[in-house]
């Protein structure tokens, strides 16, 4: 096939999408998660596939779907496509799409009477933040907070942990530490931060009561000074010699009790 100036200039668009150096835009590879991109309603900026998924039935429903919602398409072959894929093994397609809002403004407009907010603060290792998304809208949570130098939960690697929760649940990010605590105050959501030496179990707080679970960087831990102005610290009590839980994996575990208890109410 024939690859025009045009394409050639989307490819180089969307390097520099993948990159991070458009702020605008989100890379979004992979069939199913491009599905997901349109079916969220994000806005479609340009779509870019290969011509071997072209022939696949399913996928050539999807692609012309996201052809149809953006004026710039372009097919190419599996070689120009590895050249702007984010993974060693290429998924056949990417888009380019609008990056969506993250605001306090967008989280303030969800919050319900009794929320259930998660809180990332400081996690900077991306495939964490994708699978907190991820666990996160399965238990039900109201919204996300992410504060500053935590991972962009829209890069490519949180975006394939989080296989389309980031598109759907509302998100504010950027927020400083004691700006998110005192915000919580204002709107009566307790701010409970998630440490290994907490003094009360997860399973002993009232998890259908406004709450905001705080998840802190695995290599140091919360400052004391950010335990101290928490509502409370809790933990997951532990056997043997284990120290701590992966935080995604301590995050699945408080936020589906949690879940059980909302559910019971």
């Not at 149809?68 to 290429?90: C, D, F, H």
């Not at 699978?131 to 890069?155: K, M």
């Not at 296989?163 to 307790?190: K, N, T, Y």
């Amino acid at each position: 096939m024939h690859i025009t100036s045009r394409d050639h200039s989307l490819l180089r668009h969307a390097r520099a999408v993948r990159d991070g150096k458009e702020d605008d835009l989100i890379f979004v590879e992979g069939l199913r998660l491009a599905e997901e991109a349109l079916l969220s309603g994000l806005t479609i900026e340009a779509v870019v596939f290969s011509e071997q998924l072209a022939r696949k039935e399913k996928a050539a429903e999807v692609i012309t779907n996201l052809s149809t919602a953006t004026t710039r398409a372009a097919s190419v072959s599996e070689k120009l496509l590895e050249s702007i894929s984010y993974t060693k093994t290429p998924q056949g397609i990417v888009v380019l799409a609008r990056r969506p809002e993250a605001s306090k403004q967008r989280l303030e407009a969800s919050l319900k009477p009794q929320s259930l907010l998660v809180v990332l603060h400081t996690i900077n290792n991306p495939v964490n933040v994708g699978a907190i998304l991820r666990t996160a809208e399965a238990a039900g949570v109201t919204g996300v907070i992410t504060t500053v130098n935590t991972s962009d939960p829209f890069s490519p690697k949180s975006l394939r942990g989080a296989m389309g929760s980031a598109f759907r649940l509302p998100i504010w990010r950027g927020a400083s530490f004691d700006e998110v605590v005192e915000w919580c105050q204002q709107h009566s959501i307790s701010s409970l931060c998630a440490d290994a030496g907490g003094p009360v179990s997860y399973l002993e707080v009232d998890w259908t009561q406004p709450n905001a679970l705080i998840l802190g960087p695995e290599s140091t831990g919360f400052a004391p000074a950010e335990l101290e102005v928490a509502t409370k610290t809790v933990t997951i009590p532990m056997q043997g010699l284990v120290e701590s839980l992966n935080v995604s994996v301590a995050a699945a575990i408080v936020l589906f009790e949690a879940a059980r208890q909302r559910a019971k109410k």
